[in-house]
């Protein structure tokens, strides 16, 4: 795998590995770059440029370290968000209504698992390994969305899941489809796919609880209730505190800023509520003719700042069921390492079949 090794602000040194033994003769060597304006290398710039010009970057390609270590971050932290996102909803499979529920929410906590493996190969490609990942999320050093840090009450929490968190997880996921990683912007393709299909049967069970009898009305209330302000928090601080937003963008790691994204989220979400009769629990919620956008009240970053530190109401028991299945799978770890391991032992024409 290739490494990236930065030595300094204007000099790199670019190992290649085993893997690639062209590169090593092309490229192990001290690359000197002229310094450039804000202290940019002539490489950088030249990178920056390949960016403005919408090409796609890909693993073997040249990166500033900056640039790796950001789309590490984000991708490892949305691939764990996938996977500990699968226990809010896991809570309900043994309780769905009825077997046609139990296999789609069966089908859909699946999906999620198969999104957090795309995306942790994703990382991979980035010269990390996917056991480092999972280990730093363990160990509480990684993040995960913030969302999966509340609890599922009732039923109604999967209708309400599906429709505000997959639609906010899409409305944050259709831009990232055109990121500048070509990795990242694959995999998101894939998901976007199956996150559609989770929002329409998150929304179709509100649909149904709010035309039913008034206790699943306020069931389905109660739901949204809870799930509002915790959704609008999915997108990220404010963009005047996002410390990661404006160099993002520049990189096209991120296409839109997180205002952006959660404005587009309440401009769609509003009319919804409003056709599902259910109430947004925002009073200050109103939308502007001028504008064509929906005005909404103060979120509350304090509760976020604490969620993501690690105090929410389920961080915890997130973490301990995680670590649980973790250790519960390691067996299963040493024999596919073992089965690997045993195969890469076989001739190749066996190895090929
Ligand atoms: N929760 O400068 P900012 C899903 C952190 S999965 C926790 O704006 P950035 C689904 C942020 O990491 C949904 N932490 O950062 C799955 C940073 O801390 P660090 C997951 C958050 O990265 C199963 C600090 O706050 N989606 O939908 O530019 C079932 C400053 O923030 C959160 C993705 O991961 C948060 N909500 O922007 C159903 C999408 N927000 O790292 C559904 C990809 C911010 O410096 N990720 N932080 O310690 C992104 O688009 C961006 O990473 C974010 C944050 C918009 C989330």
Known sequence: MIQYLRQSRNSCIITAGAFFPFFRSMYTQMVEVLGGQNGETAQERRFQARIDAAETIEAKDWMPEGYRKTLIRQISQHAHSEIVGQLPEANWITRAPTLQRKAILLAKVQDEAGHGLYLYGAAETLGVSRSQLVDDLLAGKAKYSSIFNYPTLTWADMGAIGWLVDGAAIMNQIPLCRCSYGPYARAMIRICKEENFHQRQGFEIMTILSRGTNAQREMAQDALNR???????????????????????????????????????????????????????????????????????????????????????????????????????????????????????????????
């Open 227 to 353: 799930w509002w302000w915790p959704s609008l928090m999915m997108f990220g601080p404010p963009d005047a505190e996002s410390p990661h937003t404006e160099q993002s963008k520049r990189w096209k790691i991120k296409l839109l800023t997180n205002d952006e994204l959660r404005q587009r989220f309440v401009d769609q979400t509003a009319p919804q509520a409003d056709y599902l009769g259910l109430q947004i629990p925002d009073p200050a919620l109103h939308g502007n003719a001028d504008t064509g956008h929906y005005k909404f009240g103060q979120i509350d970053w304090a509760e976020f700042y604490n969620v993501i530190k690690g105090n929410g109401p389920c961080n915890r028991e997130r973490l301990r069921v995680r670590k649980a299945a973790h250790d519960d799978g390691a067996w299963v770890r040493a024999a596919a390492s073992e089965y690997a391991r045993k195969r890469e032992g076989l001739p190749a024409l066996e190895q090929q079949i």
